[in-house]
């Protein structure tokens, strides 16, 4: 991954083969953001997506092995139990220009992806909630 930094914000440029969520938590850790958001775009040749079924606490997920643009990726990034945790949801699309979308588990980058990161002052914190079964931001 390279990256350069404009002003606060940060661009992140990834390469085929690495991980977006993984490349994004492992940025955060190293420059010790403790919250931010994101927005990415690029092209991916692997993604698995999600849909929370709230009744049943659990995800369902899909995996896609395939070449697909990355339409939109959009997260942000709070910590949980003191470790950045990106949350993201993304939309796909394939060669035929079918979309898709959920909330992104991980995408593996095909050509290139491009992470524009926005640090904000402060910290974010999740919280495991009961009620949901999510990792919900935790307001005082």
Not at 34 to 57: C, D, P, Q, R, S
Not at 124 to 136: A, P, S, V
Request: net charge negative; hydrophobic share 40%; charged share 25%.
């Amino acid at each position: 991954m390279k990256h350069q930094q404009l002003g606060n914000a940060f661009v992140l440029l990834l390469s085929t083969g690495e991980r977006l969520i993984e490349s994004i938590t492992a940025f955060c850790k190293e420059k010790k953001i403790t919250a931010a958001h994101f927005t990415a775009i690029g092209a991916v040749k692997e993604a698995e997506l999600g849909f929370y079924n709230l009744a049943a606490k659990e995800y369902r997920w899909k995996k896609a092995e395939a070449e697909l643009e990355l339409d939109n990726a959009t997260g942000n990034v709070a910590l949980f139990e003191d470790e950045p945790l990106v949350h993201a949801h993304a939309t796909v699309s394939d060669n035929e220009m079918h979309a898709f979308g959920g909330h992104l588990k991980e995408a593996v980058v095909g050509a290139s992806c491009e992470i524009f990161l926005q640090p904000l002052q402060g910290k974010l914190e999740r919280k495991y909630d009961d009620t949901t079964g999510l990792k919900l931001i935790h307001s005082d």
